[in-house]
């Protein structure tokens, strides 16, 4: 008799091991098509922050992957010149400068024919997102400048006046100051362009705050580069259009404005006849935005609306070589396929037939394939290559930087109906084992989100690991299921987002793997709200783990960092409505309380206050059922390696005691 087959080794099962995965993001191809690099993120020496490398991938899918760069700083954002050299950022040390010279990230090119990498352009407060023209070699970066400079050598003295003057202050005139999780200013993003062996062209002098979250492109000639660019309509608020700089003048002129939408994501067709963009209706509290495509002559002229009957929300856009065509990523059913839509006719063919999840289209010279980065709930960012016109393919694995790890469990699906009738679905992680499990019901953010991609920082096979089921359900407000989907969540975040997710969750402890007197809700962001709302109004769950999560809506919507953007989501009367803070006294279920200082999209008030809230109402500190997870240099993500495994380790603590009836017990560095 053979001796029993182990189950294969999963790095779910201890955190350090987890954290150390390789973690892929982004896609660069070179012009011929031949070569194709990804941007992998390891552990660093400390263990305590993720450090980027660039990889090369075989586009072909025959040749293993390779490293290109191993810089003690890191290296990301590749992009192609026309030659093949390629350019990336990094601030690692340059040989060429001073030892005390400042640490800001340069661009830098590694050379097609071999050689060492060497700076190329610079900057006094770091370069980012570098694009190059794919036929004339210009470049398009941005690059944060002081508001009074006028040049890199003036950028420069006034850093160094603030240093030496130990200065911190900023004086804003105008909306927004913050974003996520740091602070607008003193300086500001400005594009830069510089067509090759000529200097800096400043495009967008003190621009403001026009182009905080924005995204840019170049036409291949180089003449012309188109960004989003914010306009402040008065009353601290502001809309998004798509404006063109011509790069050698600086001289711009607005591409796609309208005051009932907003605009963003312009990619220039290769003929550089065309933008295509991504309009988004303006919402308002009685009404859903809308995502749709649309497309505008670059010359200017009347933009047309493209595939105006496709019920899906626009993502990730890249041209087809000879411009008669887009790849389209977009949330459907839980998966987020590609998508053809033709430029002529706006026929949208789906080119994925499989459940993941794909991100950095990226379509090869001769129009035949799709590259991309695919995920899906059970599988980590890949490369993999595509045909561009097949329907419902199944992708080509290419030979990447890391094998996918082995699972602790399995996939599938749930499907429950809602109180209107509406068809209701969520991924079920479930653990290898034949006993019952208890339930996680986890619940995402956005609100506008889908459960369809691998999570790093909410990883359910972690969860599965420790014996746990965990159910993903895209309830009302989920994308890729349409527009009226959305709608009906709309303004009512406590009405059929909370009713769909019950409804789901009875359709998964009915399930035999489930054992339906053991569960628990854990939410971040709008995910964290409703895992307040639900403590509110039921007390089925054993355990609630609520991590950056609205509480008082009231005092939510001027304090976030988009404060403009709550004004189309709510009314006072609807925020009053839908406000969990209403609900304290109902609450019988323990918490924990999970949020960090330099969330400045969910505010540290939010936490503080609930915490507050729910101790008011513990009349024995002996017995408080409660916990808050608090930390001070961490924001709305939680995003170094050491503050995710005190994450999970408080995570896992919480729930074993309050789920599985075990002994409390505090993780070690937090004793």
């Known amino acids: 008799m053979s001796d029993p087959v182990s189950p294969p080794p999963t790095p779910f099962a201890d955190l350090q091991s987890f954290v150390a995965l390789p973690r892929l993001a982004g896609l660069a191809l070179s012009p011929d098509g031949s070569r194709l690099v990804t941007t992998v993120a390891g552990l660093d020496r400390d263990r305590t922050a993720w450090r980027p490398a660039l990889w090369e991938v075989d586009p072909a899918g025959e040749a293993p992957a390779h490293r290109l760069t191993r810089g003690p700083k890191g290296e990301s954002s590749p992009v192609f010149t026309p030659e093949g050299d390629l350019l990336f950022v990094s601030a690692r040390p340059d040989p060429d400068t001073s030892a005390d010279a400042p640490e800001t990230a340069a661009l830098w090119s590694l050379p097609a024919g071999g050689g ?248 090869s010279p001769d129009g035949a394939y799709v590259f991309a980065l695919r995920s899906a709930v059970d599988s980590p960012p890949a490369p993999v290559r595509l045909d561009a016109h097949t329907p419902d393919q199944q992708p080509t694995p290419l030979p990447g930087p890391a094998e996918a790890p082995a699972l602790p469990g399995t996939l599938t699906e749930v499907t429950a109906t809602a109180e209107d009738g509406s068809p209701l679905r969520a991924w079920l992680v479930l653990p290898d084992t034949t006993e019952p499990a208890p339930l996680l019901l986890w619940v995402h953010g956005g609100p506008l989100n889908s459960w369809n991609a691998w999570q790093w920082r909410w990883n359910p096979w972690l969860m599965a690991s420790r014996g746990y089921a965990v159910l993903l359900p895209d309830p009302a407000l989920s994308t890729g299921y349409g527009q009226e989907f959305v709608q009906r969540g709309w303004g009512a975040w406590g009405g059929p987002p909370f009713t769909d997710l019950m409804a789901v969750t009875d359709a998964a402890e009915a399930l035999p793997e489930i054992d339906a007197s053991r569960t628990a809700a854990m939410g971040g962001s709008f995910g964290g709200y409703m895992a307040n709302w639900i403590a509110g109004h039921t007390g089925r769950f054993r355990a609630i783990v609520t991590h950056a999560s609205l509480w008082a809506l009231d005092q939510f919507g001027p304090t976030t960092d988009f404060a403009d953007y709550w004004l189309t989501e709510m009314t006072p009367e609807m925020a009053a409505a839908n406000s969990p803070h209403h609900h304290l006294d109902a609450i019988t279920t323990p918490m924990l309380v999970i949020h960090g200082d330099k969330d400045y999209r969910v505010p540290i008030g939010e936490g503080l206050r609930l915490w507050w809230d729910l101790q008011s109402r513990v009349p024995d500190p002996a017995a408080n059922p409660h916990r808050f997870l608090y930390f001070p240099d961490e924001n709305h993500w939680v995003l170094t390696p050491q503050h995710a495994v005190l994450w999970y380790e408080t995570v896992y603590a919480f729930l074993a005691h309050h789920v599985l009836g075990e002994p409390w017990q505090t993780p070690d560095l937090l004793r």
């Open 116 to 363: 060492e990498a060497h700076v190329v352009r610079a900057r006094p407060g770091g370069i980012s997102a570098p694009l190059v023209a794919r036929e004339a070699g210009t470049l398009l970066v941005t690059s944060a400048t002081l508001p009074g400079a006028v040049t890199g050598d003036d950028d420069a003295a006034r850093r160094r006046a603030r240093t030496e003057k130990k200065v911190s202050a900023i004086l804003h005139d105008g909306y927004p100051v913050r974003f996520w999780d740091h602070d607008l200013g003193p300086d500001e993003a400005r594009l830069l362009a510089a067509h090759p062996g000529e200097p800096w062209t400043d495009l967008t002098p003190a621009p403001g705050r026009a182009l905080v979250d924005t995204s840019a492109d170049i036409a291949p000639d180089g003449r012309t580069a188109v960004t989003g660019w914010a306009v402040s309509d008065g009353h601290g608020v502001s809309r998004a259009v798509v404006v063109a700089f011509d790069t050698t003048t600086g001289e711009r002129r607005t591409v796609l404005d309208d005051a009932d939408h907003d605009y963003g994501t312009p990619r220039v067709s290769p003929d550089g006849t065309t933008v295509a963009a991504v309009r988004t209706r303006r919402s308002a509290p009685e009404r859903a935005p809308r995502m749709t495509l649309v497309l505008v002559p670059l010359a200017g002229g009347e933009s047309r609306e493209l595939a105006a009957d496709w019920d899906r929300w626009p993502g990730d856009l890249a041209w087809a070589p000879d411009s008669s065509a887009l790849v389209v990523t977009a949330d459907e059913h839980g998966r987020g396929p590609l998508f053809r839509v033709e430029v002529g006719s706006g026929a949208v063919t789906r080119l994925t037939g499989d459940h993941g999840a794909y991100t950095d289209p990226v379509v």
